[in-house]
Every structure is written in structure tokens, then in C-alpha cells.
């Protein structure tokens, strides 16, 4: 032990904080007696390594980022909101396709899960088949505007496309609603909900689009109107 002053200073704590600096001055000696195409050789394999590494991480999330949410119809519970066209009980339920009456409208609930952490620019809802013709466009089912059924009075209840200039319907009566790069952690959900219409009986892909600054996926489901 030293005296400095009033203040004792332990010599073996003076050891174990210089220990490391002294650990790197002989590894930086070392390395510096190294003939420099040694050094170099294995300063380009560092980089090589780094860059690989780097492309695989931009891979591997390109690859999750094709199908990024586990996308379903939800069914809420009987207590929760009343719909007209599953059986409801005690339970939530989830499934791929739903059965809609011709000609009606029906307050229909979609839930994304996120499978992996993703950014969100805009989601949209709609018919992927309007390409088949203007025959088609005007028999597929059409979303009018948005609903929550969970909130019993207030504003948030229902959001039309002509009071909110974050949702909006486009010519191919697919449903936008804008989210300005929000982040949705992973296992969080997407629960949104759209009064459509219905019009003609068929059987319709009714998919949600997911737009991400990466890139675009898209998750199809169906709607059968009977």
C-alpha cells in the first residue's frame, strides 16, 4: 500500500488497470514485427469477412421481409362486436377465408401479425383481381371506410376516407391507410377493421399489401360471396 496525501492507493488495483493496456501494447508490438503482407493479408480477409457478413444480414431480412405478418380474418368475440356472417362464441377465431352474403354490408376485422421487426409506410386492403377488367372491379366486394368496434362512442369509431388524409381508397377500390414508417415490433399485432360492401356472389382474393421502405409484400386472403 502507498500514502498519497490522506488517501491509500492499492498497488494490485494499479496492476489490474494497466494490466489490459499493457496486453495491447505487446499485441501492437507483435503484430508490428510482422511482415507488413502478413498484415495486409489479414486485414483484407477482416474486410472480406465484415462485408459478408453484412450482405447476408441485408439477405437474410429481404427474405423474411416477403411474408413479414401472419395475416388472418378475426373474429372477436360474441361479447365484443356482434358480426352476421360466422358463429361466434366465447372464443376469438382466425380464419383464412369468410363467407359474406351478396349484395350487404359487413363490418370485417383482419389481424397482421409481425413475424419479424418491421417499419410501415402504408398497409393496404382490397381485391388483388381487379386486373381481370371493369366487369370484375365492379362485382368484387369494396371497402368503404374504416371501423373499430372496439371504441363504443367518439371519432375513432369510424374513419372515412373524406375526414382523414392518412386513409383513402383508390381507383382499383383498394383501401390505404398511411402509417408514415411506424415501427411494429415483433409478435405486435396490426387488428383493423372496414365496413365492405358486397356485390356480386363469387369467390374473390381479398389480400392486405404491406408497404415497407425495403419493399413490398403482399398476403392473400379469401372472400367467398354467397
Known amino acids: ?5 490522506k488517501a491509500q492507493v492499492d498497488s494490485a488495483d494499479i496492476a489490474s488497470r494497466e494490466l489490459p493496456l499493457l496486453a495491447a501494447l505487446c499485441l501492437f508490438a507483435s503484430i508490428t514485427s510482422w511482415p507488413w503482407s502478413i498484415v495486409a493479408a489479414i486485414v483484407s480477409i477482416l474486410i472480406a469477412i465484415s462485408v459478408f457478413y453484412d450482405r447476408y444480414k441485408r439477405w437474410k431480412r429481404s427474405r423474411l421481409l416477403k411474408n413479414p405478418f401472419e395475416t388472418q380474418f378475426y373474429i372477436p368475440k360474441a361479447i365484443e362486436h356482434e358480426v352476421d356472417y360466422y358463429p361466434q362464441d366465447d372464443d376469438i377465431h382466425t380464419p383464412p377465408e369468410l363467407a359474406l352474403s351478396a349484395n350487404s354490408e359487413h363490418d370485417v376485422m383482419i389481424r397482421s401479425r409481425a413475424k419479424v421487426p418491421v417499419t410501415l409506410i402504408e398497409v393496404q386492403y382490397g381485391c388483388m383481381d381487379y386486373l381481370r377488367g371493369v366487369d370484375y372491379l365492379k362485382a368484387m366486394p369494396e371497402p368503404l371506410y374504416y371501423i373499430n368496434p ?7 369509431r369510424e374513419i372515412h376516407p373524406e375526414a382523414n388524409e392518412d386513409h383513402y381508397v383508390d381507383t382499383a377500390n383498394a383501401y390505404h391507410i398511411v402509417y408514415h414508417g411506424r415501427d411494429w415490433p415483433k409478435g405486435s399485432d396490426i387488428l383493423n377493421g372496414l365496413r365492405i360492401k358486397t356485390k356480386e356472389k363469387g369467390r374473390y382474393t381479398f389480400g392486405v399489401v404491406y408497404i415497407m421502405p425495403e419493399r413490398e409484400a403482399e398476403s392473400p386472403l379469401i372472400i367467398n360471396v354467397v
Open 150 to 156: 372496439w371504441v363504443k362512442k367518439g371519432i375513432k
Open 1 to 5: 500500500m502507498f500514502e498519497v496525501g
